[in-house]
């Protein structure tokens, strides 16, 4: 069964930073490409960011590119994302998904880990 649960998520004030983690199993991590999306209230879903199998690409959306850095552990099956310089407007909840959502391949996610911003 493949399982995909992120943790790392809390409420930081503006210009703060925090630390995503989404911990893989039931499947052969280092052979998926993996991507982060975000969801506000309200609103669909956001692509953040993705990264190839191997680690050597690595993909932000305007949003966030220059403040949030994607990586991956493979021998940890553990995914990243180190978000710094945080607005109010990354408020969201956060989850991984097992391949590039951006191409449409969001057949598996977590259930989210919430990251609130406040002034």
């Known amino acids: 069964e493949v399982q995909l649960v992120e943790s790392g998520g809390g409420m930081v004030q503006s210009g703060g930073s925090l630390r995503l983690s989404c911990a893989a199993s039931g499947f052969t991590f280092s052979n998926y490409d993996m991507s982060w999306v975000r969801q506000a209230p309200g609103k669909g879903p956001e692509w953040v960011s993705e990264i190839t199998s191997g680690g050597a690409n690595r993909y932000y959306s305007g949003a966030v590119k220059g403040r949030f850095t994607i990586s991956r552990d493979n021998a940890k099956n553990t995914l990243y994302l180190q978000m710094n310089s945080l607005k109010p407007e990354d408020t969201a909840l956060y989850y991984c998904?097992?391949?590039?959502?951006?191409?449409?391949?969001?057949?598996?996610r977590g259930q989210g880990t919430q990251v609130t911003v406040f002034l």
């Open positions: 998904n097992r391949g590039r959502f951006a191409l449409g391949q969001n057949a598996y």
